[in-house]
């Protein structure tokens, strides 16, 4: 072939190949010009890792600010299933995770098994200590990410109020949920550049968005008042077996200040799934489930026990509504303190006859002792001589037809009457056919008593930032007043009569000036023989600073009113919280050997030191032995004794070691069978069927050991106490 | 033959400038691009490595440069027994590396025989169809199927060792050489069209091959799978816009490319310096063939001429290949970029070609400066 045929080739094999780099130019523009946003945004987006700093979740506080829910930090075990399949050690991870996490091993392998993703999260929430155990293990594939986990330190303490979290931490109850955008903070974001095998490039991105932590919260709960009254109602609510929960709310009245908020049964909210009250896992028993049938009957009971009674479920309030009803009695001038009222028993409204809950009636009675006999046709009076209307307007200006804006999720406003026709407004006069909720009622109680202004219930007195401090507070909001200063003064004087001589009497403390109101409201459908007692007590009754609402939803162990079960353990509440809060008991010449006293601790003393410092407190000393000093005491420090009551000090081990006679108790109530036990040189113990105060109405059936045989002082004597039989 | 004439002229200027420039244009791109992969085995190790490499194709390239081409015509024959039987015996003695065994171990250095099969193709075609014994090239049937089956045999070797790249460029290096020689474009479209079936059925009877051509038209959809290396290399060379992100820069070297300093380092090239560095590797290629065709067109006889053309063509080629492939025009192969990818035995073989091609180039009746 002629070179110049073999030229000619050659420089067409060059065009073609010219031809090639004119395409692979024009492709190398297309992709960078064209295309080139779109790779290089998609390209951005697999190197860098966006991860999010978590903000830290701010603490809940009691109002004198102790701690009552913090974080802390914890880690996120997490798994790179990729590097598990790549290294071979599935078996060691998932016996090792199994091991120290308790993680289901059929779930684990499962996610090891995911092998298209790179992370997959094993745990949450896995405390730092746990987590070290598993990072000494060295395995590869095996990840740790920062985390938080809510503690509430002190376990079960107003947890319907305050609420608890989840495992991503959002807030899912209580405060903790309806506060979570304060609680929460926002979380920051930090974008780092990293490569396929998630390890950082040396590339900066300026992308850093600091997390702010999120506000803490104060509540206006005070932990002591709070701790009192979780105590008397938890007593009340086992007392009697109640069959549906209970409720208490203790109020300053003249703030709105939600001191204490207490519901039963109730759980730990470190641990808000687990049933842990006796009574509610009976009831589940009782049910005789199994399997899943149990399951959806224990998780019904979860989600009950976490909903807050006090505010979201409504209730017919029963005679404690009467207090309403008379105030607006007197502010409308319908009716003077002076007014006589009668009661036969039965009162013809329209065609109806409506009874007195006492049905022989109360005969002639004046306005305050229809009240303290919390006369259904006293308060029918009242509410006729008013007028539907009038009767309406109080009902509205109260509060009762709205929710009081309360912080706590799915609050209730109740039902009531639109239209109220004269047998409605009659039935109506004593709590019954509408319902409201306790919070409501509180707060209308309260405004009956500070002066007549209803206050705004409030629950969170500031806002602090994640140090603690301080920086936002809320004063307290008057809705509007309602009745006058003096109508108020004369509600008081009239709820203190209720309490000193009426129906609510079991809420009287000694030494302290109490008013109230008992209810006892019988559930719907009527004849169903299921009752709510409650009791709404005021302290001090000339100066209210508490107003204490408790309810006793179902009672089931005999006793439902509410003067005879719920009126003592607000009497109760009153009587812990009254010398908390300053108030020291008053005596006078009837009261002076009922007021009980805390027993102080005299060990280490000598008898004349004990002798002044019982002294001081109004107790006796009754010093056994010849010793120096005090080595031990009956009554143990702490217990309650009432004024001019018996310390018994020992001065020497030996000495008690002496023996004594058992004395005769059989037959005797709780305080005189102590008494005699103690004097005797013994202890006294309830018998396991006893459990918490023993009302004055029981009697010692039965006592170990015997009387009259002999044994070493200080034995503690069980007694075993039952309620007196009614001839 | 023109009998044994010592060329008297100088070495060709201006493609020792375009070698050059590519070589220190290659290491410095090959030096950013292994940078990630240095942090582990330390960034010297790679340096001394690809040091040694350019110091030992420098010394394989003045040694071809200096010595007169014309030693081939003798030594030809024996360098394509010696590599047939390298070749044949790859399979047998040499190590699997990336799942194909196309690798020979010398002890101190790995070494692939198919990177020398290429050139030493390059000069038996050469020698074959500058001789002038052989009158006709397009009738002499024992010289067409002399021609076919040496290439048919080389490109089996290839097959055998399951290295299709290295197959199809043999191929298509001999084809080449073939047509400028003056073979029938019949002939030519004939053997064409049975190496087209007979890759075809390789493609289609190893799934992975048939992957890659299904990854080539959707890569996004396998992007987690076999559509990985594409999308990984399109996102890199569409983020390097118009000036790139700056040499050192790129991000995508850092392991999301497989092979950032191999196969792929021309993506690695045009995220860091965009499409101005893009276009300038381009065209130093251009060049080169350029003066490679230039030189080949001058050459002073025909061997000098077949020579220089299928150096460059092998360079171009190459270059085409994996220019096409990083920039998902064809679909992927494990053919390397000249003079910037790593690997020994590329370098060596493509500088041991460049040295030939300089010394013909002394005797070329090219324009020199």
């Not at chain 1, 790779?39 to 603490?59: F, H, L, N, P």
């Not at chain 1, 009691?62 to 829910?69: E, F, H, Q, V």
């Not at chain 1, 109730?266 to 009574?279: E, M």
């Amino acid at each position: 072939m002629p070179t110049r045929a073999i030229k000619k080739r050659m420089k067409l094999i060059t065009l073609f190949f010219l031809v090639g780099v004119l395409v692979l130019l024009v492709r190398l523009a297309w992709i960078q010009f064209v295309r080139g946003e779109e790779y290089s945004q998609m390209a951005a987006e697999q190197q860098t890792r966006d991860s999010v700093i978590s903000a830290k979740r701010g603490s809940i506080y009691d109002r004198n600010l102790k701690i009552l829910a913090q974080s802390a930090s914890a880690e996120r075990v997490t798994l790179n299933p990729q590097e598990i399949a790549k290294s071979k050690n599935e078996e060691e991870v998932v016996s090792t995770l199994v091991k120290i996490l308790g993680v289901d091993e059929q779930n684990l392998r499962k996610q090891i098994s995911r092998t298209n993703r790179q992370s997959v999260v094993v745990a949450k929430q896995v405390e730092k200590s746990v987590a070290d155990q598993i990072r000494s293990e060295k395995l590869s594939g095996v990840y740790f990410e920062e985390d938080s986990k809510r503690y509430y330190p002190y376990g079960s303490l107003a947890a319907q109020v305050i609420g608890f979290t989840g495992s991503d931490n959002q807030g899912l109850e209580g405060l903790e949920n309806v506060l979570d955008e304060q609680l929460r903070g926002v979380d920051g974001r930090i974008v780092a550049a990293k490569d396929v095998a998630n390890n950082e490039m040396p590339f900066k991105y300026e992308n850093y968005i600091e997390p702010q932590d999120g506000k803490g919260v104060v509540l206006t709960i005070d932990e002591t008042i709070q701790r009192y009254t979780e105590k008397h109602l938890q007593q009340a609510y086992e007392e009697n077996l109640l069959g549906n929960g209970g409720a208490a709310i203790v109020m300053d009245p003249n703030t709105g200040e939600v001191l204490a908020m207490a519901v039963v049964p109730t759980y730990d909210l470190n641990s808000p799934r687990v049933i842990t009250d006796q009574l509610l896992l009976e009831q589940l028993d009782a049910l005789e489930l199994e399997g899943e049938a149990y399951t959806e009957a224990y998780n019904k009971a979860v989600w009950k026990m976490w909903r807050n009674k006090a505010v979201v479920d409504s209730y017919e309030p029963g005679s404690t509504f009467k207090t309403i009803v008379a105030s607006a009695a007197l502010e409308e001038g319908v009716a003077t303190p002076q007014d006589v009222f009668s009661c036969s028993g039965v009162r013809q409204v329209a065609n109806r006859s409506i009874h007195c809950w006492q049905h022989a009636g109360h005969g002639e009675e004046t306005f305050a002792q229809g009240l303290m006999n919390s006369c259904n046709p006293f308060v029918m009076e009242l509410a006729s001589r008013m007028g539907a209307t009038t009767f309406q307007k109080y009902y509205k200006a109260f509060g009762l037809t709205e929710k009081t804006g309360f912080t706590i999720p799915g609050e209730s406003a109740g039902t009531f009457h639109q239209k109220l026709g004269v047998v409605d407004l009659a039935t109506s006069s004593f709590g019954q056919t509408f319902t409201i909720t306790p919070l409501q009622l509180i707060s209308a109680v309260s405004a009956v008593v500070n002066g007549g202004n209803l206050m705004k219930p409030r629950i969170i007195k500031a806002y602090t930032d994640a140090e603690g401090n301080v920086i936002e507070t809320f004063d307290p909001e008057l809705v509007r007043s309602v009745i006058s200063k003096e109508t108020s003064v004369l509600m008081r004087g009239m709820m203190e009569r209720v309490v000193a001589e009426g129906t609510g009497k079991g809420g009287y403390v000694a030494g302290f000036r109490i008013g109230g109101k008992t209810g006892t409201s019988e559930k719907l459908p009527r004849g169903s023989g299921e009752y709510i007692a409650s009791f709404v007590g005021v302290a001090p009754a000339d100066n209210p600073q508490l107003v204490c609402l408790l309810l006793l939803d179902e009672p089931h162990a005999g006793a439902t009113g509410g003067g005879a079960i719920a009126a003592p353990a607000v009497g109760r509440i009153f009587e812990d919280v009254l010398p908390y809060l300053g108030y020291a008991p008053q005596p006078t010449e009837e009261n002076k050997d009922k007021i009980s006293v805390t027993v102080p601790n005299i060990n280490g003393l000598t008898v004349q030191e004990a002798l002044v410092k019982l002294d001081n407190m109004g107790l006796k000393i009754n010093p056994k032995g010849n010793g120096e000093k005090i080595t031990n005491q009956i009554p143990a420090a702490g217990t309650k004794l009432h004024k001019g009551g018996v310390v018994i000090a020992y001065t020497q081990k030996e000495e008690t070691q002496g023996t004594a006679i058992v004395p005769e108790v059989i037959g005797m109530n709780y305080k005189n069978a102590k008494a005699t036990i103690e004097n005797a040189g013994l202890g006294m113990e309830l018998d396991a069927a006893n459990s918490g105060t023993i009302p004055d109405d029981y009697i010692a059936v039965s006592q170990s050991p015997k009387a009259k045989s002999e044994v070493a002082a200080g034995t503690k004597i069980y007694v075993k106490f039952v309620k007196r039989e009614e001839n | 033959m023109t009998g044994k004439r010592e060329p008297s002229g100088k070495a060709d200027f201006i493609l020792v400038v375009i070698v050059l420039s590519l070589l220190l244009f290659g290491f410095a791109m090959l030096f950013s691009a292994s940078s990630p992969g240095a942090a582990e085995g330390g960034i010297f190790r790679t340096l001394i490595r690809q040091g040694a490499i350019l110091l030992m194709g420098s010394a394989v390239m003045v040694f071809a440069a200096t010595n007169d081409y014309h030693m081939y015509l003798s030594l030809q024959k024996l360098m394509l027994g010696v590599t047939a039987l390298v070749m044949f015996i790859v399979p047998v003695v040499g190590f699997a590396s990336h799942g194909a065994t196309r690798q020979i171990s010398l002890g101190f250095i790995s070494f692939q025989p198919s990177e020398f099969a290429k050139i030493v193709l390059v000069l038996f075609y050469a020698a074959r169809f500058s001789d002038k014994r052989t009158h006709n090239l397009t009738t002499d049937k024992k010289n067409i199927i002399t021609s076919f089956g040496v290439m048919g045999l080389f490109c089996f070797f290839c097959i055998m060792q399951s290295h299709m790249s290295a197959a199809i460029m043999l191929a298509l290096i001999s084809i080449l050489m073939m047509l400028v020689a003056g073979f029938s474009l019949k002939w030519t479209i004939f053997g064409g069209l049975g190496l087209g079936a007979a890759g075809s059925f390789f493609v289609f009877t190893e799934e992975y091959r048939y992957n890659r051509i299904l990854a080539l038209f959707n890569p996004f959809k396998y992007k987690q799978g076999i559509g990985w290396q594409i999308v990984q290399s399109l996102y890199a060379v569409g983020s390097g816009g118009l000036f790139g992100l700056g040499l050192g820069q790129s991000r995508q070297k850092y392991k999301y490319l497989p092979e950032a300093q191999n196969d792929y380092i021309y993506a690695v090239i045009c995220e860091e310096l965009g499409f101005i560095g893009g276009v300038l590797v381009i065209l130093l290629f251009v060049l080169f063939v350029w003066r490679g065709i230039s030189i080949a067109l001058n050459a002073r006889d025909k061997f000098g001429m077949y020579t220089a053309f299928g150096i460059t063509a092998i360079v171009g080629l190459q270059m085409l290949i994996n220019i096409g492939v990083v920039l998902s025009v064809l679909p992927s192969t494990g053919m390397q970029l000249p003079l910037f990818s790593s690997g020994g035995s590329s370098m060596l073989a493509t500088m041991w070609g460049i040295g030939i091609l300089i010394n013909i180039s002394k005797s070329s009746k090219i324009k020199k400066i």
